[in-house]
């Protein structure tokens, strides 16, 4: 049955945005606690493509999500969940024990930081249905021909070889179709190694538009010669902007079909405190936004959250600085929410908090 979203009733979309991962069960301690001596957890649903997409339909976007689940009442609880965000999720396959052996969603622990404390995350996602489905019958240019952007990042192809393959036939496809297309690498050292994600994601630079992050990938100064180094080698988590721009300049020269790149810069003050600010290359320059300071409710998502914002602002045509803006202050306001997502529903409370304006509103 098809979804709709009831914020576009009477409205032409302009854009149609899909994406495509795993979406996993969130068990977390209540008030704090450590998972040793937790006696509850609270559940809810989550993954990096997901909290895109549930981001995007809260804000009024025409957004569409596509992965396996198995067909039981874990599956069908996680689709309830982005349903309820008017996610479309038409596409999703609820897979048989047949065609999914091991038929499990995927679970993840995280245990809320506090204070001193950084938070923590167990994984419990091994042999779910995304990684077992066989998706040779899957046609996909006809599940992206209505789209206009697809979204996907550098977490699903790590979770194995028909993940791996699926992810650059979607991008090739898309490519073939006209879609615009953004990617995550999203680096996750639970599920490859530094090298692996370097030589797979760097497959994928050629067929991505909009790039968020500038890493894993390799960025050799001689493509020739891998042994001269690579672009980012010694450049510090928080570099200045001079170190930025060249590395966007490198990026640009190497890889001319990228029309953004945006990375986020975090400092960690305490595991309740962080400041955020990004970098982003665009039409010809770098920008610098804001800096941001708040404090932590729910760290999770933040970079999927700015991921999601900066989606937002440039299908929005907003200008540059506004798109980088409104991309740090969605991040900054995830971090108030509990869950995955940034379930904001209204634009301009996030570009109240882009403008620095805290007045309650009323």
């Known amino acids: ?25 969130r068990l977390t301690p209540p008030n704090y606690d450590k998972i040793r001596v937790a006696n509850s957890f609270e559940a809810s649903y989550g993954g990096s493509e997901a909290n895109i997409a549930l981001a995007l339909a809260n804000l009024g976007t025409d957004a569409t999500f596509f992965s396996v689940v198995p067909d039981n009442s874990l599956g069908k609880s996680a689709v309830r969940a982005l349903r309820s965000n008017d996610v479309h999720c038409t596409p999703v396959i609820l897979a048989t024990p047949k065609e999914v052996p091991s038929h499990r969603l995927g679970t993840y622990y995280l245990e809320t930081g506090y204070g001193i404390r950084p938070s923590k995350v167990i994984y419990d996602r091994k042999h779910s249905a995304i990684t077992e489905y066989d998706f040779s019958g899957v046609d996909l240019k006809a599940l992206l021909k209505d789209f206009t952007w697809l979204h996907l990042s550098g977490i699903t192809p790590a979770l194995g070889p028909g993940c791996a393959e699926l992810v650059l036939n979607m991008l090739k496809a898309a490519k073939e179709l006209g879609l615009t297309v953004s990617f995550d690498g999203n680096f996750r050292s639970t599920l490859w190694s530094w090298e692996e994600a370097r030589d797979y994601c760097t497959q994928c630079l050629p067929y991505v538009d909009v790039l968020l992050g500038i890493e894993p990938y390799h960025l050799y100064k001689d493509p020739g010669h891998p042994e001269l180094g690579d672009w980012k080698d010694g450049v510090p988590l928080q570099p200045s902007y001079e170190q930025q721009d060249e590395i966007f300049r490198a990026f640009i020269q190497a890889y001319p079909n990228l029309k953004c790149i945006a990375r986020h810069v975090r400092y960690a003050h305490s595991g309740s405190e962080n400041s955020l600010k990004a970098f982003m290359w665009y039409d010809g320059h770098t920008f610098e936004s804001k800096l941001f300071t708040f404090t932590i409710l729910d760290r999770v998502g933040g970079g999927d959250a700015f991921a999601s914002g900066l989606i937002y602002a440039m299908m929005h045509e907003e200008r540059p600085m506004d798109i980088l803006n409104f991309a740090v202050a969605s991040s900054a306001i995830k971090h108030t929410i509990h869950g995955d997502a940034n379930i904001i529903d209204d634009a301009q409370t996030i570009r109240n908090l882009m403008n620095m304006n805290y007045d309650i509103k009323r």
């Open 1 to 25: 049955m098809q979804h709709e979203n009831p914020l576009l009733r009477g409205q032409s979309a302009d854009h149609r945005f899909i994406t495509m991962g795993e979406i996993m069960l």
